[in-house]
């Protein structure tokens, strides 16, 4: 028995049409009817995508001289689930609702340090009275704050966590229709995240100039820092669109990859959404402890721009990343 009367064979053993098995393996109809007519022969990654399709071993599907099928395991779709379209929309709508409350917790720890820095500013000018120890305490209670909010939103992702399981950790199928319809959306969606990824990235590498302007043709140490707060706000918004915009693409991908394919890229997208929440604590963190030590504000708002520019080639670094992977 040639390979094309296999597939038919075991096609219909499922009771699957041309497309819903064009569906499974990510093809097109016409070449499942090209495979069937011996008029192609599917490629090695096809020939094995079958094989875990039909529970047979490749050996049987590529040696005409096997005719009996030898079924790997008889319950292999048991733990299978299917998809179908409502379930695949609800858990792109999850995942980006999940991701819009870690973008919150992100630009609370973001912004952390606003208060402080608007309060040294006024502080050093000569035009208003605040003493500068009452600003530094000040500010610091504000920054306890602002991360505690930012720890709370980013705990409140939780509740997502038992709705995204079934198809986020488990082996899933999508039922018929379902990986067309959700290619239909991806491709919709695929300019309004590139320009997303775009305009992010240009408020990432841009968020240095206003300080750095001020910096060398003012030079006054309260605009400097009433400068930083504009830095960390530009950061933020950049952050505010670009990890629900990625959330969602990554979503899609998932669902119509079917779990099972481009793991690392998707574990590395999973990364890159997950570092900012880490990134900027720490550079807060560092921040106070190195202001704190030497109590020189004036010379250690210097991380603020060198940590924007970092986190630009950061994710930079994660784009080559995740192409050379691709």
Not at 2 to 22: C, F, P
Not at 73 to 98: M, P
Not at 174 to 186: D, F, I, N, R, T
Request: net charge negative; glycine share 4%; charged share 15%.
């Amino acid at each position: 028995m040639i390979l094309s009367e296999k597939i038919i064979k075991l096609r219909k053993q499922l009771g699957w049409s041309q497309e819903e098995l064009a569906d499974k393996v990510n093809v097109s109809r016409q070449s499942v009817s090209k495979w069937e007519s011996t008029n192609s022969i599917p490629d090695l990654n096809k020939i094995i995508r079958l094989a875990g399709l039909f529970n047979v071993s490749t050996d049987f599907l590529l040696k005409d001289d096997i005719d009996t099928a030898e079924y790997l395991s008889e319950n292999s779709e048991a733990d299978v689930i299917q998809v179908n379209l409502e379930q695949a929309l609800s858990y792109i709508d999850n995942i980006t609702a999940q991701a819009q409350l870690t973008a919150k917790g992100v630009a609370c720890f973001v912004c952390s340090a606003v208060p402080l820095f608007f309060l040294l500013a006024l502080s050093k000018n000569e035009n208003v009275a605040l003493d500068a120890d009452i600003a530094v305490a000040l500010g610091l209670i504000s920054i306890f704050i602002m991360v505690a909010a930012g720890i709370r939103q980013v705990i409140s992702t939780n509740q997502y966590s038992s709705a995204l399981a079934p198809i986020d950790k488990a082996p899933f199928e999508l039922a018929y229709g379902v990986h067309s319809a959700c290619g239909e959306k991806q491709e919709a969606f695929t300019p309004t995240y590139n320009n997303k990824l775009s305009l992010a990235i240009t408020l990432f590498i841009t968020s240095t100039i206003p300080l750095l302007l001020v910096v060398i043709f003012i030079g006054q140490d309260y605009l400097v820092l009433l400068m930083l707060p504009v830095l960390l706000f530009i950061v933020t918004a950049g952050l505010w669109i670009i990890i629900p915009a990625s959330a969602q693409h990554e979503a899609y991908k998932h669902i119509l990859n079917e779990g099972d394919k481009n793991r690392d890229l998707t574990h590395s997208e999973r990364h890159a959404i997950k570092l900012a929440p880490f990134y900027w604590p720490l550079t807060v963190a560092i921040y106070l402890g190195w202001s704190l030590w030497t109590m020189n504000w004036g010379v250690t708002w210097i991380i603020w721009p060198v940590a924007g520019v970092l986190f630009a080639a950061l994710v930079g670094l994660m784009g080559l990343l995740e192409k050379d992977r691709s």
